[in-house]
Structures are given as C-alpha cells and as structure tokens.
C-alpha cells in the first residue's frame, strides 16, 4: 500500500473536515446549481478554485499545517478528490477553479498563455470549461469537426462547430477548445476560447446525476481566436495535437478513478452509518465492499504515483484505475441501497444522488471499453504488469 506522508496526510484530514460542511447542501445544490455562487467562501470550494495551478504561476499558494499545497501532483490530488467525492462529488465539479482546461494549459500552452490564463483564475472565483466531445461523435478526437478556419485578415481563426457534455460551460469565463484545421491526426489543436466572444453560447440540460456540473451544449458560431490563443505553437505538430490530448487524459484519469472511489466509499459509510444493527450475511457484505474500496484505492495510487514520476506506464495505470473505479461506484452504491429494502432510494436521497452520480464517472475521460483498450494495450506490449 502507498501510504500517505505527514504533508499528504494533513491535506486528507483538513479535506475531510472542509467535505463534511460540503455534504448538507448536496441536495440544495442539486435542486439549484447556481447555489455555488453562495458558498465560495467555504474553506473547501476556496481550495478547489485554486488548484490546480503551477507552483510558478501562483504564488501565494494554499498552506495548510505549514505545508503548501498547488494541487498539480498526482498523489495530492487524489487524495483530496477521494475526500470531496464521498461527501458530494457535485460541489467539487461546480465549484470554481482550472479543473480540467487547467492540466491542457499547463502542458500544452507557452508562458505567456500560461500566465494569463493562471492569473486569470488567481484574480477572483473564475469557472473554466473544456471542450472536446461532440455530438454523434463523442470525445473522439480523430473524428472532430468543429473547425479552425482562417478569417478575412488571413491571422485570425473563426471557430465553428458544437460540443456536447460540457461541464460548467455556461457558468465559465474561459476555457479549452479543440478543433480541426485540416485533414488527419496533426490537423487537431486546442486554443483558448473566452465565452463573452461573440459566437459562443453554451445552455444547460437536465441531467440524471451529476447536476451540480450544470453538463451543457455549446455553439460555436465564427468565434474569432486570436493567434496568441492557439496552445501548443512552440510545440512540434505531433505535440501539439491528438498526442498532447492523450497525455492531457492520462494526467486526469487519477483523479477522475479518485472521484468513483470516494463516491464508493461514500456509500459505503452511508450504510455504516444508518445500518447500526446488521445480521452475520449483512456484516459479511459490507466487509468485502470494504475491502473492493481498499484494493481500488491501492490501484489509484498507483496510478498518481506513476503520474508524479512520469512513469511511461502511466498511460495504461491511470486507464485501468479509472476503469476499476467507475466499476467499483456503480456496484457500491446500488449494493448499498440493498441494506435498505424497498423504497430506500426515495426514503435517502443521500444514498440515491450517490447512486445516480456514480453513473456519472462512468462517461468521464473515456468509457469502460476504451479503457479496457488501453490496458489490453499495455499488456500485450508488455508495458503494464499484472503483480
């Protein structure tokens, strides 16, 4: 097991302490999303709006036991992940911040798109969007048609097109958009996009769980991109592209399998909690859901720790945790409903927006089955061990 150190461990306790005040207001914020807008000043959604960024970006980080924390690191942000997920994985995902447009401009954007994107977010509460899935295509890289195309003055691009499950896009000021400038693999490019640019548009619809993300559908009609927008021009062609998409989701596939396993472990304290009195097989279930949680948070460490060292096999962990953890979401909290009998989903709501929020994960960073591909991949290449 990857144990935490003192540092890591302090963050895990002080997120604990910041989550538990987050857990009244689930069922408020799911009635109403833009409930977020009254609760920023909680210790909890102040941490989320200021990780992650880089550590020479940001120079008054958050300090917490005389330990500074930026959340760029593997490890560090799973663990507050897990954290936040078991007690509402809904005000993580509304709650301000970089969130995933900030791990593709750390990695693909240069200093000066850096800075003003980071400085953006270190001026006031700024929510940020990323856009990559399209209608009838998914998150599809090689398939998208959302365009690049040159406008009249032969520098600026118009951008045309639509997205589709975008989290916070109605909410945001800004966020990553990718696109196609031509045919084939090296046509695909991400640029910064600002959404009070004419063109833009982006409207809420209803979800099943999840729904403090506010998931959205985005137009994109002739928004004009700047060339200092383009991420990745001081990249090669094949950086800059579909392989910086790639390494983009292989950096947030950890945290992602963080969020199934909290809601997991959210779950399973739920039934600890309010089943006081269980019979031997009941006690004997609840053991083995306490030990699944356990041996998949032992797979998403792994995965961070590969990501804190650039392990080469990253690619392939962070795939078969993600995988392991949405699995792990959806069989926990429909078992937990079990402990309950009939009506239980209506008589806790608690336990019922875990159970639909689960089904969330699921559609995150990729699907089970591209997953499952990718750790086929690394098996059959002899790149990811089985011990």
């Known amino acids: 097991m990857i144990e935490l150190d003192d540092r890591l461990t302090t963050l895990r306790d002080h997120a604990r302490e910041w989550a538990g005040e987050l857990r009244p207001l689930a069922l408020e914020l799911e009635r109403d999303p ?3 807008h009254k609760h920023l000043d909680l210790p909890g959604v102040s941490f989320l709006a200021r990780t992650p960024i880089p550590a020479e970006y940001n120079p008054a980080p958050v300090t917490i036991g005389g330990h500074r924390f930026h959340g760029t690191g593997g490890l560090e942000r799973v663990t507050f992940c897990e954290e936040f997920a078991a007690a509402d994985v809904g005000m993580l995902l509304a709650a301000p911040g970089p969130s995933l447009s ?9 200093e000066t798109q850096k800075e003003w994107f980071f400085g953006r977010l270190l001026d006031r509460p700024t929510w940020t969007f990323f856009a990559l899935t399209e209608p009838d295509r998914g998150s599809d890289a090689a398939a998208l048609t959302s365009a690049l195309t040159p406008a009249p003055d032969g520098e ?75 991420l990745g021009r001081h990249l090669s062609p094949t950086r800059r592209g579909l392989v910086g998409a790639v390494a983009g989701f292989n950096r947030l596939r950890p945290g992602v399998a963080a ?8 779950a399973y304290e739920y039934v600890r ?48 945790a993600k995988a392991r953890a949405a699995r792990l979401a959806e069989e926990t909290t429909l078992e937990a409903v079990g402990f309950f009998g009939a009506g239980a989903r209506l008589e806790h709501p608690l336990l019922d927006k875990l159970v639909r929020d689960a089904r969330g994960v699921e559609y995150m960073e990729g699907t089970r089955n591209i997953q499952l591909l990718n750790v086929f991949q690394g098996l059959s290449q002899g790149r990811l061990r089985c011990g």
């Open 102 to 110: 900030g791990v593709f401009v750390a990695l693909l954007g240069d």
């Open 34 to 36: 833009e409930l977020i």
């Open 156 to 230: 600026t691009l118009l951008l045309s097109g639509a997205k589709r499950f975008i989290g916070n896009a109605a909410r945001a000021d800004l966020g990553v958009v990718f696109a196609r400038t031509r045919p084939g693999p090296l046509g695909v490019i991400a640029v910064l996009v600002e959404t009070g640019d004419p063109g833009f548009s982006a409207v809420p619809f209803p979800t099943v769980g999840l729904r403090g993300n506010q998931v959205s559908e985005v137009r994109l009609d002739g928004v004009e991109i700047p060339p200092g927008r383009v």
């Open 259 to 266: 969020l199934g396993l909290g809601i997991a472990r959210g």
């Open 273 to 320: 909690e309010h089943r006081r009195t269980l019979t031997g097989d009941e006690r004997g279930r609840l053991d083995r859901i306490g030990r699944r949680i356990e041996g998949v948070r032992r797979l998403v460490r792994r995965a961070a720790v590969a990501l804190d060292h650039d392990d080469p096999g990253l690619g392939y962990l962070a795939s078969a």
